[in-house]
């Protein structure tokens, strides 16, 4: 099927179907292309590379909003703490915490993450670290931490949603 084809088809398609049509795509993209034969697991991947692109852009926004030391995220994807980093997220499953406490609902998986960056912030001042974005990148693995500190048996019980709707 070519690609105007799919253009010219793209008003039958409900909103959900657009939505997985957009995953998909982008899963694709992340694995180079439309490789006939990408695995699941490819597609995981994709998907926590995506996860972790977010987290690290949600860092880099919110330092820079709260007047902080803060570096780009596309800076911060260039240095060393961001290999480390997107391990912490891809392979240790902070994607997963994620994914579960907000299932496939991007704008509460980023509300979520605005959240937690927030609470990491909070944390390390408390702990009187000079906090920048690279400070952030290396201890984005308690972020499960500082959530459940703030809210205590939330992750556990299912119930962080009502945390963001609560924000919203």
């Known amino acids: 099927m070519r690609a105007a084809d799919v253009k010219a088809n793209l008003k039958h ?17 992340a694995l180079g292309g439309g490789a006939v034969g990408a695995s699941a697991s490819g597609a995981k991947e994709a998907t926590a590379d995506h996860t972790a692109f977010m987290l690290c852009d949600m860092i880099a926004t919110f330092m820079k909003n709260a007047g902080a030391d803060f570096t780009s995220s596309f800076v911060l994807r260039k240095t060393p ?16 915490y994620f994914h579960k406490a907000m299932g496939n609902n991007r704008v509460r998986t980023r ?10 912030y909070d944390n390390l ?44």
């Open 13 to 29: 398609f409900s909103k959900a179907e657009l939505v997985d049509l957009r995953n998909a795509i982008s899963a694709l993209l």
């Open 81 to 96: 703490q961001y290999s480390s980093f997107r391990q912490k997220v891809v392979e240790d499953g902070m994607h997963d």
């Open 111 to 120: 509300a979520l993450m605005r959240l937690s960056v927030g609470l990491l």
């Open 125 to 168: 001042l408390a702990m009187s670290l000079p906090v920048s974005s690279r400070l952030m990148l290396a201890h984005a693995h308690r972020i499960p931490s500082v959530i459940n500190t703030a809210f205590p048996g939330y992750a556990e019980n299912g119930m962080l949603h009502m945390v963001i709707k609560s924000e919203e």
